[in-house]
């Protein structure tokens, strides 16, 4: 029978506390009909549409959000819902719901959605005055739409206006997640 370290059950316990919190964010992003970067191998050998009208090409972004509040307000990374014709959230219980964007912070590269909701799960956040470098630190999010996917580095540096640099393995669909 394998026995958790006190370190790994640290981990654990952290990481089921913060799972309600952590949501996937689903963006549905145009492609340009001048933009080649849409071509795979794969694309090779398609073939148009029986009624061969031109559609739009369109394609779904996966990322990751973190519950602010139980009110309905949600952060990720700017570049996981800009220019998005919709966006959606996945709560962890498989709930989906649409998000309206309230605004981007361009300079921190985040953005707040909000969904309504008054039973969204929120952390209780705390005020840490130092991270040390060396620390360890926790990335919830999603590897290619698997939530809860977890990744665990460490704080590589911290500035003088505190904000942090981490080292940590950050999968696809992760872009946002919560550290």
């Not at 800009?82 to 996945?90: D, F, L, M, Y």
């Not at 999010?141 to 500035?159: D, E, F, K, M, Y």
């Not at 640099?165 to 919560?178: C, F, H, L, R, V």
Request: hydrophobic share 40%; glycine share 8%; with cysteine.
């Amino acid at each position: 029978l394998y026995a958790q370290s006190g370190l790994e059950a640290e981990i654990s316990d952290n990481v089921q506390q913060a799972v309600p919190s952590v949501v996937t964010v689903l963006a549905d992003q145009p492609v340009a009909k001048n933009d080649r970067n849409d071509k795979n191998l794969l694309s090779h050998f398609t073939s148009k549409p029986l009624d061969s009208v031109d559609r739009e090409k369109r394609y779904i972004l996966v990322g990751t959000g973190l519950s602010l509040n139980e009110k309905g307000f949600i952060v990720t990374r700017s570049s996981v819902v800009e220019n998005a014709s919709a966006v959606k959230i996945r709560l962890w219980n498989g709930e989906e719901t649409r998000a309206d964007m309230l605004g981007i912070d361009k300079g921190a590269v985040i953005v707040l959605l909000k969904i309504d909701s008054t039973q969204l799960p929120s952390l209780d956040y705390t005020k840490v005055d130092a991270y040390l470098t060396g620390s360890l630190a926790l990335v919830i999010g999603n590897s290619l739409c698997v939530s809860p996917a977890i990744s665990v580095g460490n704080i590589t540096s911290v500035s003088a206006d505190g904000s942090i640099q981490i080292s940590a393995n950050i999968d696809p669909g992760a872009n946002g997640a919560p550290v």
